[in-house]
């Protein structure tokens, strides 16, 4: 839950002698992604006769981790009943992200107003809570009587699809059970769904449920449907329609959270790696992708300025550790698999994402593009930092972009398995160049886990995203960026809630606004600000 409160204009406009009368509101403006426009997402009730508004109001927005989420606070000086800004007087202005909330040490983030040249305009503050019913994890169990027979030989071979009703009336599957062969009455084994995925945490909120027969070439036959809610599933065991299908059991536990993680402390540590081979192409010239065009960025940066821009409200310091790999160095030309961007062997750290940015661009003037394409002597290098870290303080994550075929795939293989026992997520951002590499497809794990000497990775921990799939057809590079953050992204935290169960970690309590620690959940969360 987020609230705003606490709009604190000091040294405002307001002369003193009207103190006693000043009435106040707040404005919400969320930001488009792809058109960039604001629209207005809610007001604060007025407040009057005060300088310091804590306001009741709260904004109840959806928080995906994995895209940036614009907000604009306007605050106002009621000055008639019209419902029309523009007959109000303008205090002052703040812009941030929502991710910048929930990532601020306990949730709680306090910026300055601007906007009004030459006057302190004061404080607003904010503070973030998740609702309760993100947490909720339900289990269930269905079975089904006397189903229609599909099959000219033998029986039905049923499944079930669950969709979650959407706001503009359509539906998503967000649940398909497993086939049972060769039956009429199939007991479907029992399933768990977080409650936030089956209906948004809405419990009268529409869920269709599709009942099918399963053919081996996909041309599944439909053989009936119906719809329910969450309340009527939480009601317990009950029949649906006139296809027979009963609820057999249905419980809803609580688990942890992304954000509890992030309020009680967890910080995300991101690391870079870029590739520097020759494939790229020479620098100086238009057909390299890591050409600096004086008017659009390469590739290489959008895609770390696009993840990079939101994984850095996660990190309190903001300071990210950036290698190259594949180049010739100065002043010797020793081949290198992982450098520093900075030069700095000793600290690593850039800056920010723009002193990321700035590294790169640096790098690129100094060294020689040359080979091959090694990816294990940098997911060691981050395995490193990552192995001594067990009590859920840190997890750490490394983007890799790159453009060519793995030369080193044994010991890249090795070195994925290794690191899947750590607190590490891998992401790989490839087919920069336009190729598409199997090699990729096989770290990605999502079919069949990484393996390597008999060992299989404990986890999957790699992400392949071929950055050519997220190009906009209508040249939205803004538009092209939040694509390609949001599956490359999309996963972290899965992966991260995964790793603190399997190691019987629980977030700590929510860290004071004092403390001097930042903090992050899994695609939709509800949240009140």
Not at 201 to 226: A, L, Q
Not at 236 to 248: D, P
Not at 278 to 298: D, F
Not at 387 to 414: A, N, P, R
Request: charged letters at 20%.
């Amino acid at each position: 839950m987020a609230t705003i409160g606490d709009f604190d204009p000091l040294n405002s406009t307001v002369p003193a002698t009207k103190i006693e009368v000043t009435v106040s509101f707040v404005v919400l403006y969320v930001q488009g992604i792809g058109t960039k426009e604001w629209r207005e997402f809610g007001r604060t009730e007025v407040i009057d006769n005060t300088l310091n508004p804590d306001f009741v109001r709260k904004f109840v927005l959806d928080f995906f981790f994995e895209e940036k989420q614009n907000l604009r606070f306007d605050a106002y000086n009621v000055d008639t009943r019209s419902s029309n800004i523009s007959k109000h007087d303008f205090l002052g202005q703040m812009f941030c992200t929502l991710g910048e909330i929930i990532g601020s040490t306990g949730s709680r983030l306090e910026r300055t107003l601007s906007g009004i040249p030459g006057k302190k305009c004061g404080n607003i503050i904010f503070t973030a809570e998740e609702l309760s019913n993100c947490r909720d994890i339900a289990t269930m169990q269905l079975c089904a009587n006397k189903l229609d027979k599909k099959d000219f030989f033998g029986k039905s071979d049923p499944f079930l699809v669950f969709y979650r009703s959407n706001e503009d009336g359509t539906f998503t599957i967000c649940h398909k059970t497993e086939v049972v062969k060769n039956t009429l009455n199939p007991v479907w084994q029992p399933f768990t769904i977080p409650v936030r995925a089956l209906c948004n945490g809405d419990y009268d909120r529409t869920v269709k449920v599709d009942v099918y027969d399963w053919d081996r070439d996909g041309s599944h036959d439909f053989i009936g449907e119906f719809t329910t809610s969450y309340r009527e599933f939480s009601r317990g065991q009950s029949q649906f329609n006139v296809y027979e299908v009963t609820l057999l059991s249905f419980k809803v536990e609580s688990e942890y959270t992304f954000v509890d993680f992030i309020r009680g402390g967890t910080q995300l540590n991101f690391t870079v790696a870029i590739d520097f081979t020759a494939s790229n192409g020479n620098p100086s010239q238009p057909t390299s992708l890591h050409y600096m065009s004086p008017y659009q960025m390469n590739a290489y940066a959008m895609a770390l300025k696009a993840v990079g821009e939101i994984i850095q409200d996660y990190d309190s310091d903001k300071m990210f550790p950036a290698y190259g790999f594949g180049a010739k160095l100065p002043p010797d030309g020793k081949i290198s698999h992982v450098f520093p961007l900075n030069s700095n062997s000793e600290n690593p750290n850039c800056v920010g994402i723009e002193g990321v940015l700035e590294s790169y661009f640096q790098s690129l003037r100094t060294v020689q593009l040359y080979g091959p394409t090694n990816f294990a002597p940098v997911i060691n290098q981050v395995a490193r930092c990552a192995e001594d870290v067990t009590d859920g303080s840190q997890y750490f994550v490394l983007l890799m972009i790159t453009d060519g075929v793995i030369s080193d795939m044994v010991q890249t293989k090795e070195a994925v398995v290794n690191v899947s026992v750590h607190h590490n997520s891998v992401m790989c951002v490839v087919d920069i160049g336009g190729a598409i590499s199997l090699s990729m497809e096989e770290l990605d794990g999502d079919e069949v886990r990484v393996s390597s000497k008999g060992r299989v990775a404990e986890r999957d921990i790699v992400q392949f995203v071929p950055f050519r799939d997220y190009i906009d057809r209508q040249g939205n590079q803004v538009l092209s960026m939040a694509r390609l953050a949001k599956d490359v992204l999309a996963e972290i935290p899965e992966q991260l809630l995964g790793f603190m169960k399997t190691r019987d970690i629980e977030p700590r309590p929510a860290l004071p606004a004092s403390s001097t620690t930042t903090t992050t959940t899994p695609g939709l969360h509800k949240l009140r600000i």
